[in-house]
């Protein structure tokens, strides 16, 4: 019996080769696909993570800005710091940028009586080590103190004080503006 070519098909070397070739090419497609897909996920997650901690942040700082008057006496904008002091001039909220650390802090701080001294209750980071924070700026407006006394006849200076945030981390720049909304009703400045 003769045997013909049709009973010894199979693949050939040549075919072999070819059919290996487009199988590498294939996987090296998707390898590559499959790692630009993880690298922009995890890009993707450490964005929301940084957007996470600005609005923790800001929301903090706007709950601080709004439920209290500025203390003009004590910002300083070369130290890159702010005083919150609540409706009844007792508690006051002091937001600083630590230079060092590159970090954002809270002190909550209590006074015993309108002329006493302050003294730090507790403190806070607001931010994290893995932050990112390069700057930290704060802007108020009217730069003079409105509820000074003798200022009342400046027209200019007669409005809603705000604050401007300006925060820089990981090449970003965040910019938020909040005015505080205790207005005229703040004793701060009784007996002096």
């Known amino acids: 019996m003769k045997k013909t070519n049709k009973q010894n098909s199979g693949f050939t070397l040549m075919e072999m080769l070819i059919s290996i070739t487009i199988f590498m090419m294939f996987l090296g497609i998707i390898a590559s696909s499959y790692t630009s897909l993880t690298g922009a996920n995890r890009r993707a997650n450490e964005t929301q993570k940084l957007y996470r901690e600005i609005r923790f942040v800001f929301d903090t700082l706007a709950q601080e800005i709004r439920a209290g008057t500025i203390d003009y006496s004590c910002i300083d904008p070369s130290e890159k710091t702010l005083c919150i002091v609540d409706g009844k ?3 006051r909220a002091v937001i600083n940028f630590n230079e060092s650390g590159k970090s954002i802090t809270l002190a909550n701080q209590v006074q015993a009586g309108v ?31 409105p509820y000074k006394s003798g200022n009342e006849s400046i027209n200019e200076i007669q409005v809603q004080p705000s604050v401007e945030l300006i925060l820089k981390a990981r090449g970003y720049v965040f910019r938020t503006v909040y005015s505080s909304r205790v207005y005229g009703s703040q004793t701060l400045y009784a007996g002096l």
């Open 89 to 91: 001039g007792q508690k």
């Open 115 to 145: 002329l006493s001294a302050w003294s730090t209750e507790q403190s806070q980071s607001l931010t994290s080590e893995n932050f990112g924070l390069e700057d930290f700026e704060i802007k108020v407006y009217p730069l003079q103190d």
